[in-house]
């Protein structure tokens, strides 16, 4: 069975600071995903990685696909209160079969 | 473009009742998931459909659960009987048939069972 295993669960952190979220698995993805979801809502795609050692950019986020595709990381830059939410990583295989991690819940404190 | 819609949003029932949570998918969309969310397990993957046609339902907890989806617009997920430990966030995703691509969400239907 695949298995996703977010750390840390649960982050609360000041404005300004810069945090790492990660995601790992000892299965090899085809892909993986972050999402976020804030309360309500259903998750909503951030990025894909698809490359070994991939590292992609958006604005203060960076992520990054572990060289094996087996892990990836999520850096916030300068944490602001805007980024709260949860924070879910999926893999998908070659079956297109798409499982979630259980996700890192992320608090910035003004 | 409307998204991913689900219906009812919220449904409360008591033990032992029928419930049928209903996804419409986005127009054009080939795949179409099911996924239940609880504080303690997160987002569990139930069944999902390419082209209509169930691809993998190792997800779904028991014979209580079934899933259907009868035509490209449409899909259902019944749970008979209905149990307590069932509670949860019930959420579709659709996406075109691509490895990569990416997976928009329904609001999702919150069951209680009481």
């Known amino acids: 069975t695949q298995l996703l295993e977010q750390s840390p669960q649960f982050l609360s952190i000041q404005e300004g600071e810069n945090l790492t979220v990660y995601c790992n698995s000892s299965s090899v993805f085809s892909s993986l995903q972050w999402y976020r979801q804030e309360p309500g809502e259903g998750p909503v795609l951030l990025v894909t990685?698809?490359?070994?050692?991939e590292v992609k950019k958006l604005k203060r986020l960076t992520f990054q696909f572990g060289d094996a595709r087996k892990d990836s990381s999520l850096h916030i830059t300068a944490a602001q209160p805007g980024d709260t939410g949860l924070y879910l990583c999926?893999?998908?295989?070659?079956?297109?079969?798409?499982?979630f991690g259980k996700g890192t819940r992320l608090h910035i404190l003004p | 473009d409307a998204g991913v819609i689900q219906s009812p949003r919220h449904e409360v029932t008591e033990m032992g009742q029928e419930v049928t949570l209903r996804c419409k998918p986005i127009?054009?969309?080939?795949?179409l998931f099911w996924y239940r969310q609880t504080m303690m397990r997160g987002l569990e993957l139930l069944i999902y459909f390419n082209n209509n046609v169930p691809i993998d339902d190792s997800g779904m907890p028991e014979d209580r659960f079934s899933a259907k989806m009868p035509n490209a617009s449409f899909s259902t997920l019944k749970i008979q009987p209905s149990e307590p430990r069932d509670s949860a966030v019930y959420f579709c995703?659709?996406?075109?048939?691509?490895?990569?691509?990416?997976?928009?969400f329904g609001e999702g239907s919150r069951l209680t069972v009481l």
């Open positions: 999926a893999g998908a295989n070659r079956d297109d079969k798409i499982i």
């Open positions: 995703a659709s996406r075109p048939l691509l490895v990569t691509g990416e997976l928009f």
């Open positions: 127009s054009g969309h080939n795949s």
């Open positions: 990685v698809v490359t070994g050692g």
